[in-house]
């Protein structure tokens, strides 16, 4: 695992890339995945007594549906760039930082893993932590670029 830990030095100021977020094995899995949790509860809808549901146990229900629906549409759909001194990711919500207000980043990368680990950067601007993933190998390489002060 190849990790880089540095305090940011340098402003990465010429840099304009941006590529999805994660890897299309990553969102490969994810759609099994929900197409696993969708197939796997038909029998259970089939065979429930909907006058039975509580208004609680519906609303917990649609809560998980939501949550679930949302995190694995905006997998598919995240972008991850770089462009003039500012680093963003779309996701539910918008992830972007300055890269002049960062004052520690850490590159998570596995070689040979990428498409299944999505590589990471890892910032803190004072007491808390952004996490921004790249599967473009262009994003990495700016990412790799920051940490080294390059």
Sequence with gaps: ??????????????????????????????TLFVAA????????????????LTNTAAFVWGCAALVTGLVYFWMLKS???????????????????????IR????????????????RLVVRSGVSATVFYAAEPAVQKAFARLVSGG
Excluded: C
């Design 104 to 119: 520690q980043a850490k590159f998570i990368y596995v070689p040979h893993l990428t498409w299944l680990i999505a590589p």
């Design 37 to 52: 949790i969708v197939f796997s509860g038909m029998p259970a809808l089939q065979e429930m007594q909907w006058s039975e």
């Design 79 to 101: 972008r991850t760039s770089i462009r003039d001194g500012v680093i963003e990711q779309t996701w539910i919500w918008n992830k972007r930082i300055a890269v002049d207000q």
């Design 1 to 30: 695992m190849s990790e880089g830990s540095v305090t940011v030095g340098g402003i990465v100021d010429d840099v304009a890339v941006e590529g999805p977020a994660f890897p299309m094995l990553i969102k490969i899995v994810a």
